[in-house]
């Protein structure tokens, strides 16, 4: 079923994500499929993320399908041109994928095939535009299609941007192009996060904030010199900094600790229980951690 | 400006080999400048082939190397050197390598690599800021071309990967586009500018034959 029916109740919505193998075997990431399934409300399947060459989005979702899991198709702009683009989405809505996410992507030369030739033959607001002209029953010349699609499109934000108000213009004209949703990029400043959507107050259609569990104090301080957008404040750091000393000292005489899991946890779920206050749900990235999230959803009384 | 850069010496010679004669070719605007096909590299190139065993018949200065009725002439007056020749090596850049093939039935070889369409910021410093794409929308971004500047491409605003510092995250040297173009128009009040929808550029047909034809007196 489309999110389209959740986005426009009052409920508090819960996405996750799950990414693509690289290699045929899909065994894990449908168990994670099928372990999300039951507790959030769609599960995005990653566009070759991190332009790492990968199995496909489209296949994944529709395999995604097939465990009890709803889908959200991510779509990027990075690979594919026009013509494909329309196709892919003809295709991945006839095996019953009804969720878009479009974005633009990350570059090649960020992957594992750095010479690889960026396409970006259109932009994600134009994209967008694409896809809704599909559910209105044409390409984008304007021809008309022999049965047409419905998609619930979403697309993404950063509210940590430089700068913001190009971020906040960037979505409305994302919402004018056919965005129903947006999903951020990860949020760890809930003040911060607050001021934007204050900012963005005008813009009308349902946001999820990202989510993304800190496996260590090390790969918050890697996000703080690394993703552009993405901020995790030193008191953060210092709790998961604290965790992992813990369980340093634990291996030091043999046991294992799970200190670590059980702060990164605590972090999410506090901030989720927080972020309630200003936004309409959240799109929790677990990057491997997927059988982390029933805890993390317990943890945030969800 | 036409910004190239040469070719190694090693991969040259892969080029010559068995054609131990050899006529240069440079240009007297582009590749002057850039410094990759003057007077002064077409000398050294004339050492360094000699150096490994090559003779050199001959050298000229295309005026410029992308004018096929000056080139033509001035391979006539050089008639003689280009004879003697094994093969031509064009210091110059790719429509000058491929101006000069036009011009003699002799093999003709690059020497350079082409880079991009730059800007001589100051001497030996040269930046890309068109692409050539066909449809200029610079009145948009600030004179500014968010096709070129942008790492993406992309025509309706920055992706969410602009550095705290202003980079962009592909790579850390190089200025994020759209946050130049946002001041630019902030200062200039214009923001609004950006607020359009701005379609899909159409990709030029036949890329790699454009040719355009102007009639005489024509402005």
Redesign the interface.
């Known amino acids: 079923m489309s999110l389209r029916p959740l986005l426009g109740s009052d409920k508090f919505i819960v996405t996750s994500e799950v990414g693509p193998p690289k290699g045929v075997d899909m065994t894990h990431v449908l168990e994670e499929a099928k372990l999300l399934a039951p507790l959030v409300a769609g599960i995005n399947v990653t566009d070759i993320q991190a332009a790492a060459m990968r199995i496909g989005s489209i296949a994944t979702c529709h395999l995604i399908k097939d465990v009890g899991g709803e889908p959200v198709v991510q779509v990027v702009t990075r690979d594919r041109n026009r013509l494909a683009l329309q196709s892919d989405l003809l295709s991945a809505w006839v095996l019953g994928i009804e969720n878009v996410l479009c974005l633009t992507g990350d570059h090649p030369v960020l992957g594992d095939h750095k010479g690889a030739k960026p396409v970006y033959d259109l932009d994600s607001v134009q994209l967008l535009k694409v896809a809704r002209g599909l559910n209105e029953g044409h390409d984008m010349m304007g021809n008309e299609l022999e049965g047409k699609p419905d998609f619930c499109l979403g697309a993404v934000v950063t509210p940590g941007g430089n700068p913001v108000e190009m971020q906040v213009m960037k979505m409305e004209k994302k919402v004018e192009a056919g965005a129903e949703f947006f999903q951020t990029q990860a949020v760890y400043d809930v003040d911060a996060f607050a001021a934007f959507m204050q900012q963005a107050s005008h813009v009308k259609v349902p946001v999820l904030a990202g989510i993304v569990l800190l496996k260590s104090a090390g790969m918050a301080r890697y996000m703080n010199a690394n993703v552009a957008g993405v901020q995790v404040p030193d008191p953060l750091i210092a709790e998961m900094a604290a965790a992992g000393k813990k369980d340093k000292a634990l291996r030091a005489e043999g046991k294992k600790g799970d200190h670590q899991v059980k702060t990164s946890i605590e972090i999410a779920a506090r901030l989720i229980r927080e972020l309630r206050a200003s936004c309409r749900g959240v799109h929790i990235m677990p990057l491997g951690w997927g059988h982390h999230v029933p805890a993390l959803l317990e943890a945030a009384e969800l | 400006m036409t910004i190239s850069e040469l070719k190694s010496l090693e991969e040259i010679l892969s080029y010559l080999k068995g054609q131990d004669k050899v006529f240069l070719v440079g240009c007297s605007e582009c590749a002057t400048v850039v410094q990759v096909g003057g007077e002064d590299q077409t000398k050294e190139m004339a050492e360094k082939l000699e150096q490994e065993g090559k003779t050199i018949t001959g050298t000229l200065i295309g005026d410029p190397g992308c004018h096929l009725l000056h080139l033509k002439r001035q391979f006539r007056e050089h008639r003689n050197e280009i004879e003697a020749a094994d093969a031509l090596l064009i210091m110059s850049c790719g429509t000058g390598t491929q101006t000069a093939a036009q011009a003699t039935d002799k093999p003709v070889y690059a020497a350079t690599n082409t880079l991009f369409l730059g800007c001589v910021e100051r001497f030996g410093q040269f930046r890309e800021f068109c692409s050539a794409c066909g449809s200029c929308t610079l009145e948009l971004t600030g004179n500014i071309c968010s096709v070129t500047r942008c ?14 510092d ?1 980079k962009c ?3 850390p040297e190089v200025d ?1 586009g ?2 130049l173009i ?1 001041n630019k128009l902030k200062e200039r009040n214009a ?1 609004d500018l ?2 359009p ?4 550029k159409e ?1 030029q047909v036949h890329p790699g034959q454009h040719s355009v034809v102007r009639e005489r007196g024509e402005s």
């Open positions: 790492s993406k491409g992309l025509q309706n605003g920055p992706c969410g990967g602009t550095t705290p202003g995250e592909v790579d994020c759209w946050l946002y923001l950006l607020r929808y701005v379609p899909p990709a």
